[in-house]
């Protein structure tokens, strides 16, 4: 296997834990030497499926000088189309002194591609400003986060010095092989840069080791995205996600984290589980303020069981302050109405429709 400098293969230890007389056994005569050793290996044969390959990825910024309130820089790490990997956790290596928010997305490409060069940057901000040079010729590449292709999703976020994410026992992201996802991209947006404009000498490298496993894992972890087009009307007003699990009732999912998202309007997020066949119940699956670090938050109640021909209802309720309506689109003058629920699946099939798209307003 062919690795990179910041990639290590660790194999895990079996775990053979011998207690003192399993020890003194081995000291004994030679007749009962062979059936200690026959017990030994006993033992590691029925701990041979936790001997599978561990990998350490690093995904971060290559000591950066942003100098543009609001700019939005990604970089991408490729991954190997021959080796399904799993993602069990995520550990954050950045400082919210510097460092606004951090996503992490998988791709099929990434939107700017460079070969051979392992430490590229490019600016690939919607809501944000490009970095120029006294000329106003950008400074760096600019381009999507990912690009053209049938695979993009995000894996994690992280903002306000949040903590390591790690996935439930078992549970994992699938990425490269088969997956679609061929890249990782690292998106990090700077918010306010006078620090760096004030001193010449700083830098940044904010980023995200992530560990991986090759086996071991049972159960799939996926998000399901509820998105609204269309615009919001001036003054208070909602947004309605109505989704549909358009699944067989067989299948089963179960939400564990949750993750909202507006620009500057929004005012809070929600998202409930409607089970079929239940009238009036509403299952809070999380609700958060948008203006708050958007991250992945524990789900509101972690044992909620979502099934095929269930439904999801969700809204955002949003303050139009400006004078005007404001369209549903990708720039910071545009806004959005987004409810990610990260769950995890027993087996290997995730829902086959990974989204929902809701056209508002709803009278
Ligand atoms: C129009 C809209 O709501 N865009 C969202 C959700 C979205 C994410 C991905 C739509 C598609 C995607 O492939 I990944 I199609 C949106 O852009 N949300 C922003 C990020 O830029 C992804 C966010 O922070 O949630
Ligand atoms: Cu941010
Ligand atoms: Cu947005």
């Known amino acids: 296997m062919l690795l990179s400098l910041n990639e290590l293969v660790i194999a895990t230890k079996p775990k053979c834990n011998m ?132 695979h993009s999703t995000i894996l994690y976020a992280w903002a306000l010095d949040a903590p390591a994410l790690e996935l439930p026992e078992g549970v994992g992201f699938k990425i490269g092989g088969d997956t679609g996802i061929d890249y990782l991209v690292l998106q990090v947006h700077y918010g306010h840069t006078h620090d760096f404009q004030a001193n010449p000498e700083l830098t940044d490298d904010a980023g995200i080791v992530f560990r991986t496993v090759t086996e071991g894992i049972d159960k799939l972890a996926g998000i399901y995205l509820m998105m ?9 007003s909602r947004h309605k996600l109505h989704c549909l699990i358009n699944e067989p009732s067989t299948k089963v999912i179960h939400p564990f984290r949750f993750r909202t998202h507006t620009h500057k309007l929004g005012t809070k997020v929600a998202a409930f589980l409607l089970p079929r066949g239940e009238t009036n119940i509403m299952h809070l ?4 303020d948008p203006q708050k670090p958007q991250m992945f938050y524990p ?52 829902l086959k429709q990974p989204d929902c798209l809701t056209q508002n307003p709803t009278w």
């Open 285 to 288: 699956i999380g609700q958060h």
């Open 299 to 350: 789900a509101t109640n972690s044992s909620l069981v979502v099934r095929g021909g269930d439904r999801i209802e969700g809204y955002c309720e949003y303050n139009n302050i400006r004078n005007r309506i404001v369209n549903i689109g990708a720039t910071g003058n545009d806004e959005m109405c987004n409810f990610y629920m990260m769950y995890w699946t027993e087996g290997h099939d995730l």
């Open 228 to 236: 609204s087009y269309g615009y919001v009307q001036k003054g208070l």
């Open 19 to 150: 207690t003192s007389s399993d020890k003194n056994h081995l000291n004994l005569k030679p007749s009962s030497s062979i059936l200690s050793l026959i017990s030994v290996l006993i033992i590691i044969l029925s701990n041979i499926d936790v001997i599978h390959t561990r990998l350490i990825h690093d995904l971060a910024m290559p000591n950066i000088r942003p100098l543009v309130d609001d700019s939005y820089f990604c970089t991408a790490k490729k991954l190997n189309r021959d080796q399904t990997e799993y993602i069990v956790s995520y550990v954050p290596n950045a400082s919210a002194a510097k460092v606004h928010h951090i996503l992490i997305y998988g791709c099929s490409t990434p939107g700017h591609l460079q070969r051979d060069t392992p430490h590229y940057v490019w600016e690939c901000g919607e809501m944000g400003r490009t970095n120029r040079d006294e000329s106003g010729q950008p400074l760096y590449e600019t381009g999507q986060v990912c690009g053209k292709g049938k």
